[in-house]
């Protein structure tokens, strides 16, 4: 019966950890032995594990231990990495090792290298020159790049739940419910956005045309004006409607204003997105003054990096808007760097793109009024992803003043 | 072929009367002819039209009459009323007529009497001695009561939209979505309902727990301490949980104050129900000093007038709540006088319940995060009813700061 | 600073105990020292874990020892329970053990006794004359009874997690979600339910009137044919729609037979209430041949024992319909016995009130086609109950071929 | 007071034209006179009806005209249309008019011409010399082509309700709700698709990934294979899940087959993506013998054109994947040419976008599991538009069944 010897460390207790590889093993028909326990006493010393792996054949094993190393598991003898040269532009060699959103090591010529940047879903490219291991999608690999095979030579090291964290993680990693105390999370979420900027981190917003609809658009205009977001990743739909607000004080033809609910339909956002395009874009149009105020304004005047990703929903659509869907994808991935929290709000396409690009290190909110898309955002979740069911408008409300504002 | 004339009356054209009638005759397989039509030629005044319906048989002609006497058609002979006698206690005679939540009348003896109340899907039972005709459910109903058979003799007065219609219920009439300028929505309820207050009409709120949970309760308190609630219908939890946070501070176990997000499962809850319990229900409870705060100490505070109707899910249950259901359905009818407003929050059950209690006449809000519940509730709707898909604390957030606030 | 020693015994690492020991130590702000720990080498076998902990007062020590003991901790030296008489009929005392739906044991006078029935949310009441240890709801309980207070005592055995679990209840333990391969899941479904037929348990089906109205009642009509059906519990809507198509052929007017689209309103609803109500109930319209097909046709045909609870928002209701709730949940509770799965379809109300009175060694299958209720009904989850997100129709006509059919 | 003299002409009274107009003449703050009604005898019949309409000033009543004319008002006095030209390329002259999905005619030089193709949110650019009158969108328009500005000279065509409907598109004309009798709303579904090839149409499916996910693939081969499809829009989620399975069986790592529950997470998905990129793209794929199996086996092999467009959520994408969403756009409209019904079926975004290309003859049926999908698409509905809410899969097994099956 073929054996490896696994070694676990880390809050394997309390990060569930142990549990799971144990769970891993039975699944997998095979059988272990647990040599050498050591647990933690106090909640921050680590604990340590050995476990003697057996299974039936060895196609088995390896399979498993591919599936414990996701767990953080390492094999007690170090081997480097296979390699094998890319087929094709485009494809990758047939056993490619499929990367998570934890950190990564490439063991190469016996020497431990943290794979570039930590992005799931992807193969690893070794340059052995520069020593350089590097997450690729398939478009980007090219013809002859020697790419990690099997899971020898890998070692993720899994985000832990760390004690410094806040309430606010703990109490909202339940499954996303509309019965939560609103006013008391959203002002621990204030708290999270402080945070983050305090430590000089970038926040991210995600959003969807909701925040425009629901009338929510000057309190997220305050949000850019305080400094509280340094990349907005949207659709062509929130700029339209954001636009057609500006130009026109209505969002899908519907008067924001106080006491005027007629509809127009759809006349003023073409209308609007029309005039933008007639100005050569958002930029231009903020220059020229054409449009005096909205979202896009505050973004351009105070240097908010902004990418609007196209889809086949669209109508335009703007001339900002990257209609190639991988070159939005590029766009986005290029400007995560230093982005230590998302928040995702009123967007299902574009939250789940994000968050398939960051790594599991980056904190992410997730606000929106349909249970369903809260739940598939958080239910791939790490410690570090919360969720609320609620109410863009009064959400983006509340949080603005608790950020902005001195409550 | 067999026909009958009828005529229609009123705001036939805009409030979509006519093609409704028109449409029912030839699904029915009957044609029409139209014989006068006198269309207003200013909004403020009423239509006439006279059709000639021709039928197959009469069976049909009989059915197809009834449909059309729902949208308020009117036979041009006028005929009495059909009676039978009930054949036992809670049964009715077999081909009774059913009601509408619309003002109906009963040709009785050559007069046209008004059924007392307007209550949907009931009987019509005749007392020929005191000249009434009553709407009565099945249990309440005796062997021998004469009660109207067939469609005879019936007038139905459907409500029709009136020109004095704020913007709201104009607005609002399409289906129940979440894209809406929430802040400005919940300004017109917040003119309605002052508007009802000021018209000296009483305001029913029915309420579900999710005020509590979701930390709703304080703004509720305040509405019911500005005079803007005569009414509350809810069910054990919304009273329990209000309780539990009004002697622990928490709900379900949750802090609802600031920085306290401890779980503390269902613990308090049913120790509050129990304190409540000792003390002999809510009103001695807050005689006692036991209860110093909270939805239904403002309600025992400001006389409003309460109605907990039981349910099987029910911990408990408080003293306060009606475990029969029939006796609960009864003592929320005999609240209803006066009654102009109904405010449906937050629970699908007490609402819906409620709607099956009121006239068509009465202005109905409804308010929740999940869009079924609107759409259930505003979809038998007439022009009276709207709805909004929000959020229960901020929702209350704002329209109690738009009531009872100068804003 | 005060400690007591706990000890947990059974499948404490796969079962996921140990580490929500650990971290429910950790959350009340106390500490622990491990002193001894056994891990059972392989799966069957029980592992063991002696552990210290200190908390910083005697009053979070002792509510510490209360949680944990939900999780299954033994804490070293044996105590007597204390007890206190109930002050009032139906008030406990302040400080009373509230049970969980698990298996529980009261020391008394040194000797171990299990608590009947298991039944959440309730106080044990002891008789120390017959030794017996009894779970009382609020109503339940008379002045002078001795219950249980404080945690000393007690010992509760969490449901633990068995290999011999079949694929199902693993696979389908994630959030409720649509995508799932709808066809295999219900075949395992269809799996449990015959095993559990076969092992003699009583199958408790839990329905609402969307079983009719999706035009189901005939698959459902040959599951209780077929004998997979023990108990039915619903409320006066499945009974009524279900006998408006018995004797009209209609579901609130709408005609379930092909071709046939045409809808009559409530019409035939309220006729059928009627007539039910004028032969004296259910059975006696089967006795009489008034009814002769439909769910509760095959109900009385088959001797299938059925509990119709009442709501505040029934027509009618029929005569079979117990309107009180409290009455209702207590017929629920004396139809328990022998029940080993309960199968929730179609219903909120029904079946949250049926989960509540069920022992957690109940297996439970819930579907609905409302994401919402799935998750809130498999969110207390343990591992016996599974969620499946599909519309009601599909899913019986599948469920019966496979039960009933020889597929 | 300025007016103008409408007229209507059709089946103005049911199709509900009538109401609606007289209904915007008010709310724009106008007023009318009724001078001539000739309403119809006969369902059959066409109804006339000629209104002078007053506004205060002459910007409101050509703002109020030009919505009339999206009911099909004509103003009496034919003029022709005014054209200004495009100022760049990508940008229409401000005052451009806003096509709907309604057959539209533009008045040129004294001659109707209709504007092809029929496309909503387009501009109408015109070429007096070859005298045609083309829709084209943002990205389209050249500068200094000659396109339509206000609404003078233009005519819309609305679609009314034919006798010849079937009962199905009555029956769902109301709002989109789970409780439907669903075996006999999908039988007629099916009839409906029968008519559509009888007739010579060309049918269209769009689709999302749940068909794989809920293992529905193998009756939606069948339908293709029956020669019940012709077209398939899709993304990349339903094409790699769809070769997922068709090279491991699985679908998100979930095997679909009988009794195999076992998750293996995303390996397969990525790795089939990988082979099919390897292979050059899907047909090259089926060519070489890789792909034997499938709903684009069945595609390839039964000659169904596809388009897959790309999003920013996708992985891979596969190389059949157009990345540009305009030129996924235009190679979808592309292939509209014949296509008398589409089928949505588990995708909201392809959907949507799919619906607004569509001119409002084309039937559609809209099925989801999500009613807020099935609500968004049929909405905005006219008489031609269902949408029913149930499970992918027994949805289209019920359905092949019905179309494939003899039942």
Known sequence: MPSETIQLRGHIIDSL?????????????????????????????????????????????????????????????????????????GVFPQDFYITTNQRTFARIDDTEIEVHPTLMDSAIVVDRASKTATAKRFREVKKGME??????????????????HSDLFEFLSSPASVE?????????????????????????????????????GEHFEKLIAGGFVQRLFAGNALAAHDLENALFGTSLGVNLEEGGLARQGTQNYLRAINAVCGAGGIRPAVASGL??????????????DFVLAGSIRDDGPLPDVITDVLEAQKAMRAKLDGVTMAVMMGTML???????????????LCIDINPAV????????????????????PFLRELTSCVVGDR
Chains 1, 2, 3, 4 share one sequence.
């Open 350 to 364: 574009h939250s789940i793109a994000v968050a398939n690009l960051l790594p599991a290190t980056v904190k992410m």
């Open 291 to 304: 449009v005096k105020r909205g979202i896009f304004y505050q973004c351009v005047k105070h240097g908010v």
């Open 374 to 393: 809260v739940a598939k955002l958080t239910e791939r979740g790490n410690f570090q992803t919360v969720g609320l069911v609620t109410d863009m408008e």
């Open 147 to 164: 790419t990690v095979v099997g899971h020898q030579g890998i070692r993720v090291e899994p985000l832990q739940r760390l004690a410094s």
């Open 180 to 216: 939560k105390p609103k006013s008391v999370v959203i002002r621990e979420m204030a708290q999270e956005i402080k945070r983050a900027k305090g430590g000089n981190g970038r926040i991210l917003v995600v959003g969807g045309p909701a925040i425009v609809h629901t009338g929510a």
């Open 17 to 89: 950890i142990l549990p799971k590889v144990l769970d891993e093993i039975i699944s997998h028909g095979a059988t272990f032995k647990i040599g050498e326990v050591n647990i933690g006493e106090q909640r921050k010393d680590q604990s340590f594990a050995r476990i003697e792996v057996m299974a039936p054949d060895a196609n088995t094993l390896d399979a498993l231990v591919l599936r414990l190393r996701q767990h953080g598991a390492e094999v007690e003898e170090k081997k480097n990495v296979q390699l094998a040269t890319a087929p094709a532009d």
